[in-house]
T-cell receptor
Framework: ETGVTQTPRHLVMGMTNKKSLKCEQH?????MYWYKQSAKKPLELMFV???????ENNSVPSRFSPECPNSSHLFLHLHTLQPEDSALYLC???????????????FGPGTRLTVL | GQNIDQPTEMTATEGAIVQINCTYQ??????LFWYQQHAGEAPTFLSY??LDGLEEKGRFSSFLSRSKGYSYLLLKELQMKDSASYLC??????????WGAGTKLIIKP
């Protein structure tokens, strides 16, 4: 495996279900991100982990719970979601949490989530 | 507040040149990124500018004016495979990326 992988690619869940999204990066990066992408809207940053520590939580509802057990893996645990949470959830990684050249973010293919 | 503006959609002809504009307002500034996203796929990195001026990379070039809060992506010799959304993102004082909604570029033969 190379780059950033995400599973599952598609997920349909009811509002009372509990599910988890998984992201894995094989790039040796130290920062990982969760984004929400809705149609015709800007990417919304949800969480940032830098060297396994959460450095950003952009006022995300508690029904989304991230977990970063190590620098290569990132999870997003979902429970009691709402239909408006239906979107593409993208994981990304970068060398570290700083910007600049050679520190661009590499994205996974995303999980298309539908909440019924 | 922080904001990125870019056109929603543009149409161009195969073989032609197109310029996609982006204006930004951020708290602090640590550079401007352009990404390409084909339908149903992940965004992929195209370019990064932090100093004023033009950066050229093959058929794609990116320009930045920090004083004007303005950037553009220039695509030359357009090919059908360039049909995609182009995302502009500015890095703020905390190195967070503030994203635009993307410009959908349609290439016609």
């Amino acid at each position: 495996e190379t780059g950033v992988t995400q599973t599952p690619r598609h997920l349909v869940m009811g509002m009372t279900n509990k599910k988890s999204l998984k992201c894995e990066q094989h790039l040796g990066h130290n920062a990982m991100y969760w984004y929400k992408q809705s149609a015709k809207k800007p990417l919304e940053l949800m969480f940032v982990y830098n060297f396994k520590e959460q450095t950003e939580n952009n006022s995300v509802p508690s029904r989304f719970s991230p977990e970063c057990p190590n620098s290569s893996h990132l999870f997003l645990h979902l429970h009691t979601l709402q239909p408006e949470d239906s979107a593409l959830y993208l994981c990304a990684s970068s060398q570290d949490g700083a910007g600049g050249p050679y520190n661009e973010q590499f994205f996974g293919p995303g999980t298309r989530l539908t909440v019924l | 507040g922080q904001n990125i503006d870019q056109p929603t959609e543009m149409t161009a002809t195969e073989g032609a040149i197109v310029q996609i504009n982006c204006t930004y307002q951020t708290s602090g500034f640590n550079g401007l990124f352009w990404y390409q996203q084909h339908a149903g796929e992940a965004p992929t990195f195209l370019s990064y500018n932090v100093l004023d001026g033009l950066e050229e990379k093959g058929r794609f070039s990116s320009f930045l004016s920090r004083s004007k809060g303005y950037s553009y992506l220039l695509l030359k010799e357009l090919q059908m495979k360039d049909s995609a959304s182009y995302l502009c993102a500015a890095s703020d004082s905390n190195y967070q990326l503030i994203w635009g909604a993307g410009t959908k570029l349609i290439i016609k033969p």
